[in-house]
């Protein structure tokens, strides 16, 4: 029976949708699974799917970003803490990341030939409910790669970083269970270009240096450590940063402000400077950038591997909503029209998850197998470039699917929707991206060569798969190169996209995407001929259980 109002009878509303395994339901997730090697069974990742599509799960990611973090610079006596404050969501959302390895799992000893394909999974998974509080664990995760150029350094952080014991604690690293790392580079005069880095670094003795300067942006500053980029007498150089001195004493990392930005509520970001900071050399002198390329390029992995996991949220969102709403006596889900364009969101949402998953697995493979280690190298910034700069734009189509529904506070789209651009601002904007693609292309074209001719193996008879080869090949020889950098970063994701649907997709659904995608540009969401492949993408989107 509907529930009565005074002036009104309430029904035609969509059901609260929660207690969802948003794994068990996501096919095109369990093939891309599959076609790299990993048995989500086997993996828990079943287990992981309902517990973070549980409707407390995703009702803690509303609290935590309806109560945003909070600064706190000095204690009731007058005393400098700079402390940051978080909602005990927060803290929620955290030791269950952290529980189930998403900050560390890749490190485990010994690893099983797909721990980043099974890892990218739950990152993907986890953005969608709440994405805030995955900056902190992507970085602990990424900053292993960074330590590695100091093996004393890794060998003392490494146990705590590999822990699954989340702890909250503002305390010297050494007295916890876990600890968790952050990243600083970018400053006020300089932003992208870190070489124009003014933070100095004097050396004190071995490996200990001083730092004075400022971060125009810290995320997470309640890590217990950051790696940052200052120069030192040998030119830019990577130094970790913790919050306490080795002798137990706060370090002077003067926190300014929080940041106040669009999305990623949750998640404390800050402005702050350093005087006489307390920091040890990660690498040598004068290779800051080499060392910290390292960590950068599994943040931009997972860059990729959140947005998609955000519109995956916003989809499913929508088909919830269009299987129970009726309009002109008919559901939603049931309308040519909404169909049409659900099935497209379905298509960019299949597309961007194959291809994230296929990326992460190539992080798997990369030590022993020269191609893949390419693959990553060169796919890996196109599937961040291409994935997170379509996010926005596929949010709001899915978000005007709830109509005015979707578009106030109480529903999960607004957040998405804020969420989704940081991700193609955060580790390299869109033009950052196609340069260092450029850059890598031009270095090593060789290496070059070989991606496209094993992603053309994959196209094989797909629509437009040639002619895209081709529009790469004679941009990177043009003149203009670098004046087209975008349009080769933006053809080599299709394209890569168009492969890894080919090994994971049915048929009719990789024609429809290089038919729609690689042939010819796309048309607005809805617009597209896709063919055969309508129905088949809407029945894999969001499969009951």
């Known amino acids: ?124 998974t986890a953005a969608g ?46 007295e916890k269970t876990a ?46 450590a950051f790696l940052m980029l200052a120069q030192a007498p040998g030119g830019l150089t990577c130094f970790l940063v913790p919050r306490f001195r080795p002798d137990g004493s706060l370090n002077t990392l003067r926190l300014q402000r929080l940041k106040d930005k669009l999305g990623n509520r949750s998640n404390a970001s800050s402005e702050v400077e350093f005087r006489d900071a307390f920091a040890w050399r990660i690498g040598e002198e004068g290779r800051g950038v080499r060392t910290i390329i390292e960590m950068v390029q599994l943040t931009r992995l997972d860059c990729a591997v959140a ?13 919830h909503h269009a299987r129970h709403r009726s309009v002109f006596q008919k559901k939603l889900i049931d309308q040519p029209a909404m169909r049409m364009v659900l099935a497209d969101l379905a298509l960019e949402s299949e597309a961007m998850t194959a291809l994230a998953l296929r990326a992460a697995h190539s992080f798997d493979l990369a030590r022993t197998d020269g191609h893949e280690a390419a693959y990553a190298r060169l796919v890996t910034p196109a599937a961040k470039f291409g994935i997170c700069k379509a996010a926005p734009r596929l949010l709001y189509e899915a978000m005007e699917c709830l109509g005015g529904n979707g578009y106030v506070e109480e529903s999960a789209l607004p957040r998405l929707y804020r969420e989704a651009p940081v991700n193609a601002i955060w580790e390299g904007s869109g033009n ?8 890598a292309e031009n270095r090593e ?4 060569a070989s991606v496209l001719e094993r992603l053309m193996a994959d196209v094989a008879g797909l629509p437009g798969a040639s002619e895209a080869a081709r529009d790469i090949v004679l941009a990177l020889q043009s003149t203009e190169a670098e004046a087209k950098a975008r349009f080769v970063t933006e053809r080599l994701f ?52």
């Not at 960074?146 to 699954?164: D, F, H, V």
């Not at 003014?198 to 001083?210: F, I, L, P, Q, V």
């Open 307 to 319: 947005s998609a996991g955000l519109v995956r949220m916003g989809l499913v969102l929508a088909l």
């Open 445 to 448: 074209p060789e290496v070059a």
């Open 129 to 174: 409910v709440e994405s805030g509080h995955i900056c902190p664990i992507t970085m602990t995760h990424a900053s292993v790669a960074a330590l590695a150029a100091s093996p004393n350094r890794l060998a003392e952080w490494l146990p705590r970083i590999r822990s699954r014991d989340y702890d909250s604690r503002f305390i010297p690293f050494w």
């Open 179 to 224: 600890v968790t790392l952050g990243m600083g580079m970018t400053e006020k005069q300089g932003g992208t270009d870190v070489r124009a880095n003014t933070t100095r670094a004097e050396s004190r003795a071995g490996d200990e240096y001083a730092l004075t300067g400022h971060k125009w942006f810290m995320s997470a500053p309640m890590c217990d």
């Open 1 to 124: 029976m509907s529930p009565a109002h005074d002036s009104h009878d309430v029904f035609n509303q969509t059901p609260p949708f929660g207690d969802v395994n948003l794994i068990a339901t996501n096919t095109p997730l369990l093939e891309a699974l599959k076609a790299n090697g990993v048995d989500a069974e086997a993996e828990g990742l079943m287990g992981f799917g309902q517990a973070w599509g549980s409707a407390e799960r995703l009702d803690i990611g509303r609290l935590a970003n309806e109560n945003p973090p909070k600064l706190r610079t000095h204690d009731p006596r007058g005393y400098r803490i700079d402390a940051v404050e978080f909602h005990p969501s927060y803290h929620v959302l955290m030791r269950a990341s952290m529980e189930d390895g998403l900050h560390a799992s890749t490190w485990d000893e010994p690893t099983n030939g797909h721990a980043h394909a099974a890892r990218a999974a739950r990152i993907y």
């Open 432 to 439: 950052v991206i196609a340069l260092d693609i450029l850059r």
């Open 494 to 545: 299709v394209l890569a996209a168009t492969a890894t649907l080919a090994r994971s997709a049915p048929a009719p659904i990789a024609q429809a995407y290089a038919l729609s995608r690689l042939a010819t540009p796309a048309r607005m969401i809805g617009a597209n001929d896709l063919g055969e492949a309508v129905n088949p993408l809407l029945e894999r989107a969001f499969t009951a259980i």
